[in-house]
Nanobody
Framework: QMRFVESGGGLVQPGGSLRLSCAASGAWFSMYAMGWYRQAPGNQRDFVAS??????NYVDSVKGRFTISRDNAKNTIHLQMNSLKSEDTAVYYCNAYPPRSDFWGQGTQVTVSS
């Protein structure tokens, strides 16, 4: 069983940056491909970015702006978000990739607004 705790969200102006972190507890973290997902109000939870080994993948809307990374020694993954837009406003979650229903955490709120 894996548990994830997301942090680093907040209120930021358009064009600003945030760095999200996800701390994982549980065995075998390094064996999981990991991903970031987000859910805006009234929407379903959507894929944002994934990391399988050294291979990264992003939804088109964040390519060139977001960067996923991981530190297996610290059981953490990160999402560096630059050039934020209002449409990036959502609750952000980390999970395995593909996600497992029993791994969802509380997420961290990101609000992009002037």
């Amino acid at each position: 069983q894996m548990r994830f705790v997301e942090s680093g969200g907040g209120l930021v102006q358009p064009g600003g940056s945030l760095r999200l972190s996800c701390a994982a507890s549980g065995a075998w973290f390094s064996m999981y491909a990991m991903g970031w997902y987000r859910q805006a109000p009234g929407n379903q939870r959507d894929f944002v970015a994934s990391m399988t080994g050294d291979v990264t993948n992003y939804v088109d809307s964040v390519k060139g702006r977001f960067t996923i990374s991981r530190d297996n020694a610290k059981n953490t993954i990160h999402l560096q978000m630059n050039s934020l837009k209002s449409e990036d406003t959502a609750v952000y979650y980390c999970n395995a990739y593909p996600p497992r229903s029993d791994f969802w955490g509380q997420g961290t709120q990101v609000t992009v607004s002037s």
